[in-house]
């Protein structure tokens, strides 16, 4: 988690709030948007000094808005620089696949067909993610 936050408020500054609805509409496959688990990692990351925050007023409300830091910035270029292993990647769900053969023929085949469809779907995001990043890349 803290990893995915460094990333986002490279590309901008953001509340908790923020990063934590962002993670919900375009990463929620990747790791929890729990506003638990956004608030635990910065207030993590601001301890080590990887995050900054500021606080402004609007209104009545307090906001507290986070940037990386220089520190988070190496630490981040570090991770995004180690391979992927994706050996390391669990997911209990593929337990459903090991047993399909013990489920009834019509169970099995809707289980199966809408896990592909699942599938597909991180397919899509997948791709849209690679397709941002080549965009960006053209722009540099």
Not at 31 to 50: D, I, M, P, R, Y
Not at 61 to 78: E, L, P, V, Y
Not at 123 to 132: E, H, T
Request: aromatic share 8%; with cysteine; net charge positive.
């Amino acid at each position: 988690m803290e990893y995915l936050i460094l990333g986002l408020l490279i590309l901008s500054p953001m509340t908790g709030y923020e990063l934590q609805q962002f993670i919900r509409k375009n990463l929620a496959l990747i790791c929890s948007h729990s506003a638990g688990s956004v608030q635990t990692a910065l207030s993590k990351l601001e301890k080590q000094g990887k995050v900054a925050a500021s606080e402004t007023l609007e209104g009545m409300r307090r906001k507290k808005t986070f940037s990386i830091t220089n520190a988070g910035r190496s630490a981040f270029s570090a991770w995004a620089a180690q391979p992927m292993q994706a050996e390391k990647v669990k997911n209990m769900e593929l337990a459903h696949l090991f047993f399909a053969g013990l489920a009834r023929p019509q169970e099995r085949l809707a289980a199966i067909g809408d896990y592909i469809h699942q599938m597909e779907d991180t397919k899509a995001v997948l791709c849209a993610i690679r397709d941002r990043f080549r965009q960006l890349q053209h722009k540099e």
